[in-house]
């Protein structure tokens, strides 16, 4: 079946703000979830279908992927349901409960998570973090850079089971492969997870020596990350799957890259706009100019009118940073500055003078008399 645009999942316009499409999801969540419909496999398809929504269209970079490429654009940027679900249990702990976003996973997942324990959990790996510098051009273009970094993945000894050739697991000693330990006190009885085999039931005969039976090892990696056009300093990026590798093979989880634009000699940058400062001589503000002036795709010939005062800020339409959505560009905005004259000749002062008398009050209507 094809899929649904999440804004008609979801029963809101396109510009609908945050607060609107949390108060709808709300409403579906509660009307679809599952333990308020037992059995009904209709009523589950659209609480799967409206989770994936709220999620992709709260979040404001998902959201503005998706207006832009539709489906596909957020299958690119490895956007996955079944893993992806934080922010909706940050937001809804009050409809999914204490401890329901293990509930919620496994139902993506398509198995049970509430009634019985499951014999083999499954642990999406940690979230990791690494850095990158790139220039101001590389950030208006966008760039590919290779980044180092270290992470746990699968051990190849064991295939990330944890056990040594040849052996495999064994029921837990201390719970009996129940999983839980049960301690009675009078008339109750209290339920724990095994603190040995962490609720598995199961412990590892012999564990795998080049991993120590955790499945798992730290390696280092060089990976090459696409950035986008028009990033900003101090932007994040979300990797898919790069992070740590799940234990009992679980998923891994996400390497977040912090992107630092570096400060540019030339421009200073304000949102998607640039700042470029212009000298200019005297004259060369009285009389008028052209200049070459730089942009970050080149020079451009800029005129500078008779007349100009300093501090002027001329436009350079679109020549400034490219909006990272995929729509326009900044602007680039000249700032004027004109240099007064230094070290002069002593026939350049007497020029200046002689200027200066000449000169009728009409030419600085602004200045005192």
Known sequence: MAKRDY????????????????????????????????????????????????????????????????FPGIENSGFNPTDDLGRVQQEFGDIFGRGSIDDLFNFFRGTSGTG?????????????????????????????????????????SCNGTGASAGTGKRPCPQCDGDGQIRHN???????????????????????????????RVREKERLQVTIPAGIENGSKLRIHGKGNVGIQGGPAGNLYLNVFVEEDPLFRREGNNLFYEQFITF???????????????????????????????????????????GYGRGDQLVRITIETPVNLTAEERRLLEDFEKRTTRRAYPKSKP
């Open 185 to 215: 006190q009078g008339f109750f009885s209290i339920s724990q997870t095994c603190p040995r085999c962490g609720g598995n039931g199961e412990v590892i005969e012999k564990p795998c020596r080049n991993c120590n039976g955790k499945g």
């Open 116 to 156: 019985s324990r499951q014999r083999e959990q499954v642990f999406r790996g940690e979230d990791i973090e690494a850095s990158v510098r790139i220039p101001l051009k590389e950030a208006a273009e966008g760039v590919k850079k290779e980044v180092s970094l270290t992470r746990l993945t699968t051990c190849q």
């Open 7 to 70: 804004y008609e999942v979801l029963g809101v316009k396109k510009d609908a703000g945050n607060d609107n499409i949390k108060e709808a999801y709300r409403k579906l969540a509660l009307q679809f979830h599952p333990d308020r419909n037992p059995g009904d496999k209709k009523t589950e398809e659209k609480f799967r279908e409206a989770t994936e929504s709220y999620e992709v269209l709260s979040d404001s970079q998902k959201r503005a992927t998706y207006d832009q490429f539709g």
């Open 283 to 325: 004259s060369e503000a009285a009389l008028g100019t052209e200049k070459e002036a730089p942009t970050l795709k080149g020079d451009v010939r800029m005129k500078i009118p008779a007349g100009t005062q300093t501090n002027t800020v001329l436009r350079l339409r679109g020549r400034g940073m490219p909006n990272i959505s």
